[in-house]
Each structure stands twice: as C-alpha cells, then as structure tokens.
C-alpha cells in the first residue's frame, strides 16, 4: 500500500520538499522511510493521541518481548487508514477495534490499519495492537538505540532501553513522531520472579505470577514517545522528600543492589539539582509523577520522569571535565545535564527532530547554571566558555524538517554558548531568569518549534532577535568583530563572517572604559575614546579581528 491514494503520496512528497528547502537544508538524499518517520503524514494527521496501555513481557534468556499496545485517540476528522509505527524485526501480529480483526499493510516500519468502523470527529476510539520478536539490540548506548542486554556481578539480568533518535518504535508499536504526546500513559511491565522493573510515572500496583511479576507503572502527564523505558534489574530502592515550588516531591532512586552505598552518597547531587534547576527554571515539571533516578547499563538518559544513570558513581562526565576549567569536576555530570532535561525536552518537547537544540543547548546551559547557583556567577561563566574547545562549526544546530534529521552536535557546547551571549546581550540577570521560567511557564507540556521559542524570547526582551538565531542556529560562521583605531583615537568598527542582517550588540572595554558598541555589517564610528586598547566581553561567543 503507497499510502492508499495519489493525494496522500503528493501530500507526503510536498512534507519532504518543504522540509529540505526552508530552515535547515541539508543536501543528503532522503529516502520515503525517512519521510515515513519524520513527517505528519496524512494517516498521523486526523487522529490525536489521547492514552496508551502498553503491556509487554521481557523474556531475557532467548532477549524477545511480546506484548500489546491499546491505542486511545480522539478523532480531529474523518479518516480510514491509520499509522503505527514497528520497526523490524519485530511483527505486529494482529489489530483489533471493537473487537472486530483489522488488516494492515507494512511499509517499512509504518504500518497503514485500514479501519471499518465510521471516525466521527470528537469521539474517543481505541485499537490494540499485539506484536512479538526480538528488538534490536544497542550496540552503543544510549547512541545508537534498542535494547541493552547485560549482567550485573552478580550475574543477574540488567535489562533497559534507551532509543531516542531511532524512535520507541525499535521496541513497542507507537504513533512514533514528536508533535502528538499521548496525555497519559500505563505500563505493565512482565518480567522474571527475580527480577524489578521501573519505568515511568508512580508504581500502582505489582502482580505476583506463577514465575514471574508484572509492574504497573502510571504516567498522569504527557510524555513524549522516546521518553518512555523500561529497566529491568536486581534493583534496590531508597528515596527522599523535596519540599519544592509546586509543594512535595517524592524523589525515588533504584541502583542494583551491589552499588546502594555508593548511590546513597553519589545521589545527593540530585537534591541539588532539583533546588538550582527550580531556581533557574521553574517548578519541577512533573510532580504529579514524582522524579525517579534509576541506575542502567548505559551511560544514561532524559526518560520522563525516571531518568537513567549510569556515570560510574563519580563527578564529571566518567570522570572527566567536559569544560577544562575544573569546575565540571564539582558535580555528577549525568544527574545534572539529564535531570536538566526533564524542564528541556520533557516539559517543552520539540515538534520537529530538526528542532533538537530546543532539548540539547538549553540542557548544555543548564550544567553552567547549576554551577553557577553553587559556586558564583563567574564559576559558571568560567564553565560555558570552557565548552567551546568542543565546537566543531561543521554544520548548522538546525537540521532538516520532516524527515527525522536533527542538525550538528554543536547543539550542545555552541547552544549553550549563544544562549550565554543571550545572556549578555539582555544585561538583566534577572530578566534573563524570567524568561527561562517562562519559556517552561508559556510552553508547559507542550511540544513547539524554534519559531516559538525565538518569538517568546524576542517578545520578553523587546528586540527582533531573528538575526541573532539565524547566525547561530542556521548558519555555521561565527561572528567577526573587524575594527581599527584613526590617529585621533575614532574607533571603527563593523561584523563580518555573518549573515547582512546580523546586528548584535557586543561589550567592549576600550582604555578603562566599558561601552556597548552597535555594529551592523557596515563601517560605525565610536570617538572621545582614550586609548587604542580594545578588549571583548569574553562571554560574548564571537571573533575579534584588529585591523593594521
């Protein structure tokens, strides 16, 4: 089946076009799966995800699962072929509506169920879907994405997955795009008599079977697909209070039982956390769910509210300092940059994988801030310029628009570093502030683009800070600050290697003197200058170029 009609190819031909030729053009060659994946196609468009009941049991000896997924969603408009995603090699083995058997043809990884029964616009109408086989195991985790098989010491089973990017269709049948979060979610997770499983929300209730235990975990907020896990593990719990912004908050934390004393020193970065991040950003997003820490076989993960760890009990990232100043050796890097993740990607979610800066630069950002509440403004500054050894300026942070293609991993260091300059350029600390509260204040639960994004902040700012993005985020030089000095002190000054429209304003130092220079594209004059000593706001991610 190619969609089921001529209107639906030319529809789907007309997603993949736009979206390689506005914002975030790439010239690789993508293919109808990609399009498949990454777009709203017309059999996503008229149904809205409304609650999941996914069931599956882990068998770990022969690494297969088997389960089912009920599908409730409301109907926006009248349609008859209905998308789920299922990536090979696992099969969907049978789709049910009211009881009555429905066919389905696979293309790739979508599945087209055509449906019998009448989509009335408003009502609530539910599928379920039965699938078996064995997932695709990660082979590098959390990067390449699946399934993780491993032991513990004690030779136990440690079982989790971890599949952003490769989407949760490499394990479970999902309408697997990020622009429609289901609203609310259970997960029955069947696992060996031996054996826990902690997965997402609050644990309502556990099964005890013949030889094995069935976990029925409830999620009661939206949460993007990717976001949803299972870890599976000779698991010990212990837990704390937070009294926080939105009131209580129940903070669990699962490690395998062999490392419970080092978790019970090594998790108190996450109290922590939670304190500066609630400072910075605002409540936590998910009381309603508590906030779960739970240890995997990987190195970890931004799972909603049962984030995954898996740094080796030590600060830093294993051990290292992503920033080269020291400071990064002050904290656990996973527990931060990951539990800063639940205010950036899990609260505001991007629409588009394109839009993955949304999550990763913010998130980058984030690990400044912490230590910054901690150790003092010039600490954290100290920290983010430190990043920029790792920027590449290979490609642009955007990427390509409905075909599952997030842009260049500068999205992390460069991100964190134009939204530092950002920072500057308001010069109000606590204006800044506001607005990171109230981007996760405006766009609560909601899944958004970067034109969102970059339109609140300019509104909350008062400037057009269109040109400011499209350098940053959709270009890969970085701005030039040329300039010279006349006999009588004038000082000239313009910005090159930008786009024409750049026109950020910059701090200088000239003498003793600190002013904020305007440039554009084109050649100013600053004069009753004293000096020819000219020194950059170093916090400002830019060049400076002096002109003999």
């Known amino acids: 089946m190619l969609f089921g009609n001529k209107k639906a190819i030319l529809s789907c031909l007309l997603v993949f076009f736009l979206g390689v030729t506005k914002e975030g053009f790439s010239q690789e060659n993508f293919t109808r799966a990609d399009t498949l994946r990454g777009s709203i196609t017309p059999e996503r468009a008229w149904w809205d995800l409304n609650y999941y009941h996914l069931s599956v049991e882990v068998f770990p000896e022969s690494k297969s699962i088997k389960g089912k997924n009920l599908v409730r969603y409301r109907v926006k408009e009248a349609g008859k072929v209905l998308q789920i995603d299922l990536q090979e090699p696992l099969q969907i083995i049978s789709v049910m509506q009211d009881g009555e058997s429905l066919s389905f043809e696979r293309d790739g990884a979508a599945h087209f169920i055509s449906l019998k029964k009448e989509q009335k616009p408003g009502e609530f109408n539910e599928i379920e879907i039965q699938y078996e086989g064995q997932p695709k195991e990660a082979i590098r985790p959390p990067w390449d994405g699946g399934i993780t098989w491993t032991k513990d010491s004690n030779g136990k089973h440690f079982i989790a997955s971890s599949n952003q990017g490769i989407g949760s269709s490499i394990w479970w049948p999902s309408k697997d795009h990020p622009a429609d979060e289901v609203d609310s979610m259970l997960i029955s997770i069947t696992v060996p008599k031996d054996l826990m499983d902690v997965s997402n929300g609050r644990l309502r209730g556990v099964e005890e079977n013949s030889d094995s235990k069935t976990f029925h975990w409830f999620v009661s907020n939206p949460i993007n697909d990717y976001g949803v896990n299972i870890n599976i593990g000779d698991y010990v719990h212990f837990g ?161 628009y409905g075909v599952n293609r997030r842009g260049s991993g500068d999205m992390y260091y460069k991100g964190g570093n134009m939204l530092n300059t950002l920072r500057e350029i308001i010069q109000d600390d606590e204006k800044w502030r506001s607005i990171l509260r109230g981007l996760n204040k405006e766009f609560y639960h909601q899944t958004v683009s970067t034109r969102q994004v970059e339109n609140y902040i300019s509104q909350q700012v008062g400037i057009d800070l269109k040109p400011f993005f499209d350098q940053y985020l959709r270009e890969t030089s970085i701005p030039t600050l040329e300039y010279y000095f006349s006999k009588d002190n004038t000082l000239h000054y313009r910005w ?53």
């Open 240 to 400: 704390e209070e937070y009294e926080g912004e939105k009131g209580t908050l129940t903070m669990d934390y699962y490690v395998i039982r062999e490392n419970l004393k080092k978790a019970e020193k090594q998790f108190q970065d996450t109290r922590r956390m939670i304190e500066a991040f609630e400072h910075w950003f605002g409540p936590y997003p998910f009381y309603e769910d508590g906030f779960k820490l739970v240890e995997a076989p990987y190195l970890g993960m931004e799972h909603q509210s049962s984030v995954t760890y898996g740094n080796g009990y030590q600060n830093g990232y294993r051990g290292t300092d992503l920033s080269g100043t020291g400071w990064g050796m002050k904290f656990d890097f996973i527990i931060i940059h990951e539990s800063g993740h639940e205010w950036f990607a899990n609260n505001i979610t991007y629409r588009d994988v394109a839009d993955m800066w949304i999550h990763e630069s913010f998130t980058n950002y984030s690990e400044s801030l912490f230590v910054e509440y901690y150790y003092g403004k010039e600490a954290g500054q100290e920290y983010v310029r430190g990043t920029r050894a790792r920027i590449q300026n290979d490609r642009p942070i955007i990427g390509t």
């Open 496 to 548: 090159m290697n930008c786009i024409s429209s750049f026109d950020m304003p910059l701090d200088v130092t000239v003498g003793d003197k600190k002013i904020r220079l305007y440039p554009t594209t084109d050649w100013q004059e600053q004069t009753g200058l004293k000096g020819q000593n000219l020194e950059l706001n170093p916090n400002f991610y830019v060049s400076i170029l002096r002109m003999n």
